[in-house]
């Protein structure tokens, strides 16, 4: 079992809204470049030009795992991502009513949901970012304290955008 419970951070700064992060992570899970079946989701408001990633947070008491009547969605021992059994799903949908920061997706295709999953500790949206707006690193005090930031500057955008 890994001991470093690692998460992806996100550095909005530096984030040029190129999308290649959905591209990689729908070419890696889904073996085609479409950013309806990628994980990661660059949200762009053009007027403020402000792009900003959204991505699973891995939360440390998944609400998505507590509200699956199937009993799919559990913590990887090894990644300690919390991941989704696709195979078994049954759609239901009730961990993407949830999910306080819609970071879960639907396939109409497999009838079932999906989330990152942190590409099995090698992430392909960190890997592809050309700007290193995307890192993956473990979680420590300085990497809560980015998040913290991060979260901040986003409430304030959504305020001044009147969202």
Not at 77 to 98: F, N, P, S, Y
């Amino acid at each position: 079992m890994s001991t470093q419970h690692k998460v992806i951070l996100i550095n909005q700064e530096r984030c040029t809204g190129c999308r290649l992060c959905e591209l990689a992570c729908s070419m890696e899970h889904a073996g085609e470049f479409n950013p309806t079946k990628s994980s990661i989701r660059a949200i762009s408001f053009s007027k403020e030009r402000f792009f900003f990633p959204m991505v699973c947070l891995q939360c440390e008491e998944p609400v998505c795992e507590g509200v699956c009547p199937a009993g799919v969605i559990a913590r990887d021992k090894d990644t300690l991502a919390v991941v989704i059994d696709r195979e078994r799903c049954m759609g239901c949908k009730m961990c993407l009513m949830v999910c306080p920061f819609g970071n879960i997706g639907y396939s109409s295709d497999e009838l079932a949901v999906f989330k990152c999953d942190l590409c099995k500790g090698e992430p392909a949206c960190v890997a592809i970012c050309p700007v290193e707006a995307l890192e993956y690193k473990d979680i420590d005090d300085a990497t809560l304290s980015r998040r913290r930031e991060i979260v901040e500057q986003l409430s304030r955008v959504l305020k001044e955008a009147k969202f």
